[in-house]
């Protein structure tokens, strides 16, 4: 996936080259900094967390993304702008190799619950992961946090353990 040389400022920096590629500045020389992947799919996301796979991986979890996107007419060193594009504000995620190359399509983070989320945080220990997310169960009823827990594991994939609705402090 990366085109080119990346620079690690820190030796024991998890930003390994392919990540560095899409916060990097375009220039005239180096065209692919600044874009993420495949502007179809995922022309530009919110990241939350990097959680440490299997086998060296990472499974990115964006709490948004745009897809569908056309780039627009530009100057070759200023910032990626797209003349169209769609919204996607279901909580996602892929597994991604450090050197940029995508081992999963993005996907919608599984849930037990129907309704509305908003990717919020997460958090990770060994195998473990944890995601909160902002929940609506109903159009028009009430915000509450949805909490839940995943086993991420070489022999099992992704597993999701428990998820709990959690109501906000002084509201019950």
């Known amino acids: 996936m990366v085109t080119e040389a990346t620079r690690q400022v820190i030796h024991s920096s998890v930003d390994l080259p392919g990540f560095s590629v899409s916060t990097a500045s375009r220039t ?40 569908s996107a056309s780039p627009s007419a530009q100057a070759p060193t200023g910032p990626i702008f797209y003349s169209s594009a ?3 504000t279901d909580p996602c995620w892929m597994v991604v190799n450090p050197t940029g190359s995508v081992i999963s399509k993005v996907v919608t983070i599984p849930s037990q619950t129907s309704g509305a989320r908003v990717l919020t945080s997460a958090a990770s220990s060994g195998e473990y992961l944890f995601v909160l997310n902002r929940y609506q169960a ?3 009823g009430p915000f509450t946090s949805l909490l839940q827990h995943f086993r991420i594991s070489r022999e099992q994939g992704v597993t999701l353990l428990a998820e709990e609705e959690v109501s906000d402090a002084g509201t019950d």
């Open 28 to 67: 005239p020389e180096s065209p692919r900094a600044g874009s993420l992947y495949n502007t179809t799919t995922l022309a530009a996301a919110v990241p939350v967390w990097f959680h440490p796979g299997p086998n060296g991986n990472y499974i990115v979890l964006f709490s948004r993304r745009l897809t």
């Open 138 to 140: 109903k159009e028009d």
């Open 86 to 88: 769609t919204p996607d």
